[in-house]
């Protein structure tokens, strides 16, 4: 994998090897009638199938671990990891063992049982405290668990926490293969892409995506605004009046373009309503027809067609936002748009980005139409702010790799005092 610049788990020799793989399995959930916490989304546990696949056939024995949730260094039972593992059994076909932890004795005891092949999964790494803070204590007793350590977890590699950052500091760490196309597809679409390059950006707010903008403004050839942010952009080109809270959005809007190189292109015309609801009346005007206090809800269907004939032309499109409030049928036709686009485009690459997307990609059924939709929330966004992501930072460069030497530990450290397992 060249384009990532970093080792990944086929640069190394990996044949029996006792592996620990932090994958992001933060999944969204939601409780059922019966209280039971259920997966609304597994698209990120399908998406480390892969990696678990690879080394599960070169005989390793692979303890999984990740976060899922806030829950702050307290034990939270909703945001224990049992409903991933029972997810992640069926999707292997193989019982996947709770080892439990994740410090304590109970992890070791667990890895040591395992057999070529087998997987486990620790209970979820912010029960610890020591995980946010990205101490090294636990980051070593975590390495103890592995020879390798393997990064799939893209989603989180935008956090410096122990086991995405410290980690590498006590053992060999390289990519998994997520990981890797996750860093391959973002990257090519921004340093090597096919042209034209067309960035859909959608979300609530200027402030929020500002920095993407602006990285994505000196990257690309067109910048395709919805969502949110349009009525700021409005604002700024005279078109709309100027809410007095609005004026440093506003402000962010009329510099970006003035200054962009890339062309930065806002609806013509826009579905409003009265209030933020899904029963809200949608009204479609021109952009230059809104009336005072009017929320923009959608892009108009002028604006569809302008932005579906642009994506219609590009080599590579790079999408992060929904155009609209999608989730309610009404506001939903700007995003639909966009996507079916998207998938009629057959020789544009695609990547999609940002949670919300996603979904409303999937929720379209177009998944299998895009090229890459990444499994990275605030993660892709921060890469496209042309940010170093430290979980990507602190693995192995293509060519420093000595698997044969000791990984060096930091002995300067003192004991710590073991934990019961919760
Ligand atoms: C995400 O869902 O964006 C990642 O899993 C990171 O989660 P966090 O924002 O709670 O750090
Ligand atoms: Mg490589």
């Known amino acids: 994998m060249p384009a990532t610049g970093k080792k990944t788990v086929e640069d190394i020799e990996l044949q029996g090897s006792r592996v620990l793989m932090r994958v992001d399995f933060n999944v969204p959930t939601s409780v059922d009638s019966n209280g039971d916490v259920q997966i609304s989304d597994d698209s990120r546990i399908q998406a480390a199938l892969q990696t678990i696949e690879y080394l599960r056939d070169r005989g390793c024995r692979v303890m999984l671990c990740s976060h899922m949730g806030r829950p702050e260094g307290e034990v939270d039972p909703d945001l224990r990891l049992a409903p991933v593992r029972a997810r992640l059994s069926e999707l292997l076909g193989a019982e996947v063992v709770d080892a439990r932890g994740p410090a304590g004795k109970v992890p070791m005891l667990v890895m040591e049982d395992m057999e070529p092949g087998d997987v486990g999964l620790l209970e979820n790494l912010r029960f610890n405290k020591r995980e946010e803070a990205n101490d090294p204590g636990f980051a070593r007793k975590l390495s103890t668990l592995g020879d390798v350590f393997v990064n799939d977890a893209f989603g989180t590699a935008h956090r410096a926490h122990a086991s995405t950052v410290e980690i590498a500091e006590h053992m060999p760490a390289v990519a998994g293969l997520l990981m890797a196309r996750e860093l391959e597809m973002l990257g090519a679409c921004l340093d090597s892409p096919n042209g034209p390059v067309v960035a859909v950006i959608g979300g609530a707010k200027v402030t929020d995506k500002i920095a993407v903008l602006t990285h994505l403004a000196s990257k690309v050839d067109t910048v395709l605004v919805g969502g949110g942010m349009v009525a700021a952009f409005l604002a700024a080109s005279g078109h709309m009046d100027a809410n007095t809270d609005d004026l440093p959005e506003i402000e962010?809007?009329?510099?970006l373009m003035k200054?962009?190189?890339?062309?930065?292109?806002?609806p013509t015309d826009v579905v409003t309503a009265a209030e933020f609801s899904e029963s809200a009346e949608p009204t479609t005007t021109g952009a230059t027809g809104i009336s005072?206090?009017?929320?923009?809800?959608?892009?108009?269907p002028e604006t569809s067609a302008t932005y579906a004939n642009e994506?219609?032309?590009?080599?590579?499109?790079?999408w992060n936002g929904p155009m609209g409030v999608f989730e309610w049928p009404a506001f939903a036709?700007?995003?639909?748009?966009?996507?079916?686009?998207?998938?009629?485009?057959?020789?544009?690459?695609?990547?999609?980005?940002?949670?919300?997307?996603?979904e409303a990609v999937g929720a379209l059924g177009l998944r299998d139409r895009i090229t890459h939709v990444s499994t990275?929330?605030?993660?892709?966004?921060?890469?496209?702010?042309?940010?170093?992501?430290?979980?990507?930072?602190?693995?192995?460069?293509?060519?420093?790799?000595?698997?044969?030497s000791e990984p060096e530990l930091d002995n300067e450290l003192p004991e710590e005092s073991e934990e019961s397992d919760d």
């Open 376 to 404: 990275g929330g605030g993660a892709s966004l921060e890469f496209l702010e042309g940010k170093t992501l430290p979980g990507v930072a602190a693995l192995l460069d293509d060519i420093e790799l000595e698997l044969e």
């Open 311 to 318: 994506i219609a032309d590009a080599g590579t499109v790079i």
């Open 333 to 358: 036709a700007g995003t639909t748009a966009v996507a079916q686009a998207i998938a009629v485009n057959e020789d544009c690459v695609s990547v999609v980005g940002g949670g919300s997307t996603a």
């Open 259 to 266: 200054d962009s190189t890339a062309r930065i292109l806002i």
């Open 292 to 300: 005072a206090g009017a929320l923009v809800m959608d892009i108009g």
């Open 252 to 255: 962010a809007a009329r510099s």
